[in-house]
């Protein structure tokens, strides 16, 4: 076990998934559901992030690679897909109840959860640590801060039950207008990040 390894990923990991800064989003995009449904979500969530992150920390390198894409080229996808649910949400059509898949996908578990710079900081986490001790280490303070994130996540569902309808609706709007500014900044650095490359 290589402690250094394991408390850098859990600090780099937490600070940039910033499950925190997820729970307004969870909040109204699952205030329509029962409870129930919002554990299940929450779950799903954490899950499919730790293991997209996980994924890109053991074979990332090498996917991408495989693929010829770049992890700006990934950070612009990512950029478009969550400016699309943001126009969906300011539309009001994000909240539906049986659109269970579509908010545990797109836009909780990537790109806000497991986003191009989670992806990208365990794949320089997993380089820097290229034993088997590291490595394991790595994959463990995934698995740390995906838990962290799992509850974090069921304790907003709680708070979910106590908004009323109006609050949601306007919270919602109001939380478009945000990840719409994330998606554009994504692509914005992604963009300049290849210019600068290129120069």
Same mark, same amino acid.
């Given at each position: ?57 053991? @074979?990332?390198?090498? &996917?991408?690679?495989? #693929?010829? $894409?770049?992890?700006?080229?990934? +950070?612009? !996808?990512?950029? *478009? =897909? /969550? ?48 034993? @088997?001790?590291?490595? &394991?280490?790595?994959? #463990?303070? $995934?698995?740390?801060?995906?838990? +962290?994130? !799992?509850?974090? *996540? =069921? /304790? ?44």
């Amino acid at each position: 076990m290589n402690w250094l390894a394991f408390t850098e990923t859990v600090v780099t990991l937490f600070v940039i998934v910033d499950p925190l800064g997820t729970v307004p989003v969870f909040v109204a995009l699952t205030a329509d559901r029962t409870p129930a449904q919002r554990r299940w979500a929450a779950l799903q969530s954490a899950a499919v992030a730790g293991v997209l992150i996980a994924v890109f920390a053991l @074979f990332g390198r090498i &996917l991408l690679g495989y #693929l010829n $894409v770049s992890i700006q080229s990934l +950070a612009i !996808a990512g950029g *478009l =897909l /969550l400016l699309l649910v943001a126009l969906e949400m300011f539309r009001g059509h994000a909240a539906q109840p049986n659109s269970n898949v579509n908010i545990v996908l797109v836009p909780l578990a990537t790109p806000l959860l497991a986003g191009p710079g989670a992806i990208a900081a365990v794949m320089v986490l997993a380089n820097r640590h290229t034993d @088997f001790a590291g490595r &394991l280490s790595v994959t #463990l303070g $995934v698995v740390a801060v995906v838990a +962290a994130v !799992a509850v974090i *996540l =069921l /304790l907003a569902g709680v708070l979910a039950r106590f908004l009323r309808p109006a609050v949601v609706d306007f919270l919602t709007r109001v939380l478009a207008l945000l990840l719409s500014a994330i998606a554009v900044q994504l692509v914005v650095d992604a963009v300049r990040a290849l210019i600068v490359g290129v120069h």
